[in-house]
Structures are given as C-alpha cells and as structure tokens.
C-alpha cells in the first residue's frame, strides 16, 4: 500500500526553524528511490524543494532554499526528514511530500512528475 504521511509544520516567526517528517509505508519506501519534499503557495505553482536518493547518495535542493534546508531519511523508520532553517516569509506553503524516481540524465530534478506518489501536506507558516 503506498503511504505518505507529512508532519511537523506549523507557525514560525522569521528567521526560525522547522523540521518535517514524511513517514512512508514500507512498500513506497522500498520502490521508490527517491524521495521529495514540494511545495505550494496560494496563487503559485508547486515548487521542488529537496529531494534525497538511493540512501542519501544524490541530494537536490532548489536554489531558494540551498544553504537553509537539508533533507536527511532514517532508512529504519522509513522516514524522511526535511530541516527547515533560517525560514522566511516566502517559504510559507503547503509541503508534500513525494516518492519516485529522479533520472540522473535529466535535469531539472525537482520536477513533480517524476514522483509518482504524494502525500496531503502539510502547513508551513513563516511570518516577519
């Protein structure tokens, strides 16, 4: 059965910390190589945030978030962590997370339709 479930979010002033989890179920965790975080504001579209790969072997992140967030997964658990730092007001949306697979000849890598599989989000509130 293909599971995701998000959690974590919540309200943060700027310049705060949050950390998310997307726990999977066992089946999505071993078929899908990569896992993402996206996410959508009001009025935008979806954006890729960070994804992680083959146990950590590939990491992505977009060029709004590089430096702020790092994405990690606890193979054990199979769960999924995005650490969230230095948040800003424009980092305020809903985050999903997603399962796939990110073809290493492909660039963009943070495109939503390599993820196959996605979960019902979470809120993330950033305010100055």
């Known amino acids: 059965q293909v599971q995701l479930v998000e959690s974590g979010g919540g309200s943060v002033q700027a310049g705060g910390s949050l950390r998310l989890s997307c726990a999977a179920s066992k089946f999505t965790y071993n078929t899908n190589p990569c896992m993402g975080w996206f996410r959508q504001a009001p009025g935008k579209e979806r954006e890729g945030v960070a994804a992680?790969?083959?146990?950590?072997?590939?990491?992505y992140f977009s060029d709004s978030v590089k430096g702020r967030f790092t994405i990690s997964q606890d193979n054990a658990k199979n769960t999924v962590f995005l650490q969230m730092n230095s948040l800003k007001p424009e980092d305020t949306a809903m985050y999903y997370c997603?399962?796939?697979?990110?073809?290493?000849?492909?660039?963009?890598?943070?495109?939503?339709?390599?993820?196959?599989?996605w979960g019902q989000g979470t809120q993330v509130t950033v305010s100055s």
């Open positions: 997603a399962a796939g697979r990110i073809p290493t000849h492909l660039t963009p890598a943070l495109q939503a339709e390599f993820f196959a599989h």
């Open positions: 992680i790969c083959q146990g950590g072997g590939r990491t």
